[in-house]
């Protein structure tokens, strides 16, 4: 289930060596090396700021690279921008989806792509709402009707309408953009089960996040920034979550933050309060 | 992942939902009510002469309904396309009395300085990133003062015509102005006008991508951009559409009373938005229908006309217009909440 990559004969979808941004003055990203391959989940983590937006729209082709390499199938590539990330089969789902919430699913899912029939290019509705369905049922996503308006999908239903959408324009890595953080523990279950079945339909799965209980169970890789820079890239079975946790939150920080609130307690408060969980 | 009896309530309230989210269903209920109510009062109005009566007004407000609601779908207002309807028909009319221009030709001709002035509302709109309220009430007003100027210049009095004698007129006016009869009753010709633009915009709306992408870019501009929908495109297009309708309206009106007035079209670009509104239109974009504006449309067409049937003064319109509107735009938001309100 781990074994660190027994001599793959493919390159690997997306590679980023060394890349580093400069906005300005302003060193965003520096050195920073991350994998990504077919059917494997790369998380990245870091907290705000940590240069986790700057790296992604570099692989999205938002940004281009001011040093360093970065290779798409194994070649070294310079993105135009999103468009031709896109045509190379590299689809970033942002935290704020695309989505038009007073149109209805189907809608939304041809948007943009809608297919057409006939002599006077009429959109072939009978088609979308078809493969709309078959799609979302394809990734496991139970939506009663795609008729309804996305305004009406719960967080997690809308992020996983993007991602089939995705898929289903041909995406081979998909880069998902927190999709999980605006969400309660159990939508975020269900984007976690739809990121796994994008893996496990053969894409390559960038998965940002600041949460590392998100990121442990899914990912294969892990690579955690901080400050602009990586404090360490790792296979899933060089790391415990516990690690992984302590690693995101600056180590010695988190040992102090921790040392520092228990004790608040005891030095303000009177020393009969009741506790205030049970850890 | 939930019990099949939430799964089949749940499922209830989907076709409740989807019943409910028409945008139409509002001017459907109110059209019914105001039908019923001056049936009552007045046997005249619910007889086929009257029918034919009230469907002539709501005709040509009908077809510039149809397309402001297509522009606010876009997110866009369009104030200058009731001041527009009497700059087509001058130039129209100048051209075919002053310069004894075929009518044909001469509307033909009318069509030009509206898809122009269209183009520009766009142009303006999309390149500035200026609330499309603002720009157009700036064309609004400057078109006010050029049909006013250039008319009074040209004719030495408000209103040109004469349109009667110009070559050409029989012809245009059975295509555009004259009647049909049908079962002993003279029905405008505007009206099946009406129901082709209808028909058209609706077709557009619901089955083609341009319908996509008005409904996306109304509905949120930055994210169709996001999906590759050519945002300046359809709007710039969406304002040429209602310049097209303000043409047809114009040429119509001009041609039924073979002149016109140089102050023609001022004050309807609002009833052409209550329309809209009435018919289901959301003033922020992104929801609305065709059919609904014409149903909204054919509620005036019958208030205006219902009123005098029933013997009233004409004065209680305005008051009849304004409380349609405010009900309409409070059953509208509700709807639009009901139909945005996440599902927990």
């Known amino acids: 289930m781990t074994v660190p990559s027994p001599a793959p004969p493919a390159p690997p979808l997306l590679e980023a060596r060394e890349v580093g941004k400069v906005f300005g003055n302003v060193i965003a990203l520096r050195g920073v090396s991350m994998v990504l391959r077919a059917g494997e989940v790369t998380c990245v983590l870091g907290d705000n700021g940590a240069g986790k937006s700057t790296l992604i729209k570099i692989l999205a082709g938002v940004h281009a690279h001011d040093s360093g390499e970065y290779l798409v199938d194994g070649s070294p590539v310079r993105l135009g921008g999103p468009r031709e990330a896109l045509d190379r089969g590299i689809a970033t789902v942002y935290q704020d989806l695309a989505m038009i919430p007073l149109m209805s699913v189907w809608r939304n899912f041809f948007l943009g792509s809608e297919p057409v029939t006939g002599p006077l290019r009429r959109f072939d509705v009978a088609r979308a709402k078809r493969v709309a369905r078959e799609e979302l049922r394809g990734m496991g996503i139970d939506i009663r009707d795609v008729d309804q308006p996305v305004g009406t999908l719960s967080g997690g239903e809308r992020q996983s309408v993007a991602i089939a959408r995705a898929v289903h324009f041909g995406a081979r890595a998909l880069i998902l953009d927190e999709p999980t953080s605006a969400l309660g523990v159990k939508q975020a279950g269900v984007v976690l089960r739809h990121i796994a079945r994008a893996r496990d339909r053969g894409l390559g799965v960038v998965f940002i996040t600041h949460n590392p209980h998100h990121a442990y169970p899914v990912g294969d890789r892990f690579l955690v920034l901080n400050r602009g820079t990586s404090l360490g890239r790792f296979a899933k079975a060089d790391i415990t979550r516990e690690e992984l946790t302590s690693l995101m939150a600056g180590g010695a920080e988190l040992d102090h933050l921790t040392h520092e609130l228990a004790h608040e307690p005891g030095r303000d408060g009177p020393a009969t309060a009741p506790a205030p969980g049970t850890s | ?344």
């Open chain 2, 1 to 344: 992942m939930t019990s099949v009896p939430a799964d089949e309530r749940l499922a209830g309230a989907g076709v409740l939902r989807r019943l409910l989210v028409r945008p139409e269903l509002g001017s459907v209920v109110g059209a019914l009510a105001v039908f019923a109510f001056f049936s009552s009062r007045s046997a005249v109005f619910r007889s086929a002469d009257g029918v034919a009566n009230w469907l002539d007004p709501a005709s040509t407000l009908g077809i510039m309904a149809v397309a402001i609601a297509l522009l606010m779908i876009g997110g866009e207002f369009d104030l200058s396309a009731g001041v527009l309807t009497g700059t087509t028909g001058l130039v129209m009319v100048t051209l075919a009395t002053r310069f004894g221009w075929n009518v044909w030709l001469a509307m033909l001709a009318g069509l030009v300085p509206a898809l122009a002035i269209g183009f520009l509302n766009g142009l303006l709109v999309v390149r500035t990133r200026l609330p499309s309220f603002i720009v157009t009430l700036g064309t609004f007003l400057m078109l006010q003062g050029l049909n006013l100027g250039l008319t009074k210049a040209i004719t030495g009095t408000v209103q040109v015509s004469g349109l009667r004698r110009a070559e050409g007129y029989e012809g245009a006016r059975a295509v555009l102005a004259g009647s049909v009869t049908a079962g002993g009753v003279d029905f405008r010709v505007a009206i099946f006008w009406w129901l082709a633009v209808t028909a058209l915009a609706t077709w557009v709306l619901m089955r083609t991508r341009a319908g996509n992408w008005i409904f996306a870019i109304g509905g949120d501009e930055r994210a169709a951009r996001a999906v590759g929908v050519p945002a300046a495109r359809v709007k710039i297009g969406l304002f040429m559409t209602t310049a097209t309708a303000a043409w047809l309206v114009g040429s119509i009106t001009a041609l039924r009373f073979g002149s016109v007035q140089a102050g023609t079209g001022i004050g309807q670009e609002f009833i052409y938005i209550i329309a809209a509104v009435i018919g289901g239109c959301l003033l922020t974009g992104g929801y609305g229908s065709a059919v609904g504006a014409s149903i909204g449309a054919l509620i005036f067409g019958m208030a205006d006309k219902g009123i005098v049937f029933a013997g009233w003064d004409a004065d209680w319109f305005k008051f009849f217009l304004g409380a349609m509107l405010l009900l309409a735009t409070l059953a509208n938001s509700l709807v639009r909440r009901y139909a945005e309100e996440a599902r927990r």
